[in-house]
T-cell receptor, first 112, second 122 residues
Framework: SQQGEEDPQALSIQEGENATMNCSYK?????LQWYRQNSGRGLVHLIL?????REKHSGRLRVTLDTSKKSSSLLITASRAADTASYFC????????????FGAGTRLAVHP | GAVVSQHPSRVICKSGTSVKIECRSL??????MFWYRQFPKQSLMLMAT?????????EQGVEKDKFLINHASLTLSTLTVTSAHPEDSSFYIC??????????????????FGPGTRLTVL
């Protein structure tokens, strides 16, 4: 079963704007990961944040984690049309090491 | 970097036939691999954990007799969809984690995903 929810389900923005996606989960975790998936393609790993970390950056990506609220956010700054994809959070739970449970995903559309 | 391949990338079959999908780790060994299924516009659902040298463990609701998993070597896991029906049409994705090794950087437990196999059952 899925670990949690992501919101929004869909997000449409203009190039140059920032995109924020949120993820909530239900059980305790080892880490939380964000992936991108272009339509009909495989997954691309974006960033991993551990349960003892609160914030992590990678290029234009910023991920936060609040374990007290069981939530995470992914911020993409200065978005580009090439960022158009579905974004999923996935949790590596305490009870199933490396067994990832995915959120429902956010479909991001960045318009030129 | 680590790469996971899947074969075939796309398969179309008739109802009632069996289809085998291969998942290979190309430059690392994987004692564990995972199989996911993704229906259109939905998220990935974990089907089973493939364990090298032992039986796979299946998630609740996944029929083990229908989805046969064999992890015969440290670089290969196969998923066979037996007696496939149209409702089995889906995108099947495998993943393999780089196992954590004592003293290695913590991020080595990142998982690597295959490109997926799109199964269409007519």
């Amino acid at each position: 079963s899925q670990q949690g929810e992501e919101d929004p389900q869909a997000l449409s923005i203009q190039e140059g704007e920032n995109a924020t996606m949120n993820c909530s989960y239900k059980t305790s975790i080892n880490n939380l990961q964000w992936y991108r998936q272009n339509s009909g393609r495989g997954l691309v790993h974006l960033i991993l944040i551990r349960s003892n970390e609160r914030e992590k950056h990678s290029g234009r990506l910023r991920v936060t984690l609040d374990t007290s609220k069981k939530s995470s956010s992914l911020l993409i700054t200065a978005s580009r049309a090439a960022d158009t994809a579905s974004y999923f959070c996935a949790t590596d739970t305490l009870w199933g090491y490396n067994k990832l449970i995915f959120g429902a995903g956010t479909r991001l559309a960045v318009h030129p | 970097g680590a790469v996971v391949s899947q074969h075939p990338s796309r398969v179309i079959c008739k109802s009632g036939t069996s289809v085998k999908i291969e998942c290979r780790s190309l430059d690392f060994q994987a004692t564990t691999m995972f199989w996911y299924r993704q229906f259109p516009k939905q998220s990935l659902m974990l089907m089973a954990t493939s364990n090298e040298g032992s039986k796979a463990t299946y998630e609740q609701g996944v029929e083990k007799d229908k989805f046969l998993i064999n992890h015969a070597s440290l670089t290969l896991s196969t998923l066979t969809v037996t007696s496939a029906h149209p409702e089995d049409s889906s995108f099947y994705i495998c993943s393999a984690p780089l196992q954590k090794i004592a003293g290695e950087p913590a991020d080595r437990d990142t998982q690597y995903f295959g490109p997926g196999t799109r199964l269409t059952v007519l």
